[in-house]
């Protein structure tokens, strides 16, 4: 199972991909993506591009490009997944393939990306044109007159 952790980078690379698609940056991005994807592999990487062009042609000529992305971005997600499985070293590669990506958008685009970052067992949320959410047990209060114990437990005080 992929760590949490890499799950999130490959949203990220998966928005990032798509957000660059029928953008002046696309050329670049797509070299590097189907660089990323091919590791060496020419046909993987020939079959990685192929599909990179046909999604960037989808979203250059749909009637509303953000639907089209919106559709596009959890397939190149699961890829990336994939990616990351097979090949966990790429993990550093990639992260810097979506800054340069990000860096490289149209301000128009820049929207589509998105970076949360939750550190020491911290919890981070986001979504990209939508609503996050959260709903979390309330912990209950301990009984009246009750102080914590050593392990922070509520115990009955002595009488």
Do not use: C, K
């Not at 990220?12 to 660089?35: E, N, P």
């Not at 979506?98 to 685009?109: D, H, Y």
Request: aromatic residues 4%; without cysteine.
């Amino acid at each position: 199972m992929l760590a949490e952790s890499l799950v999130a980078l490959a949203g990220a690379g998966g928005t990032a991909l798509v957000g660059a698609m029928a953008t002046d940056a696309w050329q670049g991005v797509r070299t590097g993506a189907a660089r990323l994807f091919g590791r060496g592999e020419a046909g993987r990487q020939g079959a990685i591009e192929a599909r990179l062009e046909h999604d960037a042609e989808l979203v250059a000529w749909a009637p509303e490009p953000g639907r089209v992305r919106r559709g596009l971005a959890p397939g190149w997600q699961v890829e990336l997944e994939a990616l990351l499985t097979e090949h966990p070293e790429l993990a550093e590669e990639l992260r810097e393939f979506v800054e340069r990506t990000v860096a490289a958008l149209p301000r128009a685009e820049q929207h589509w990306t998105l970076n949360v970052t939750a550190r020491d067992h911290g919890r981070a949320y986001g979504a990209l044109g939508g609503n996050v959410v959260v709903h979390e047990a309330a912990q209950p209060d301990p009984p009246r007159g009750a102080a914590p114990d050593r392990r922070g437990e509520a115990a009955e005080e002595p009488r």
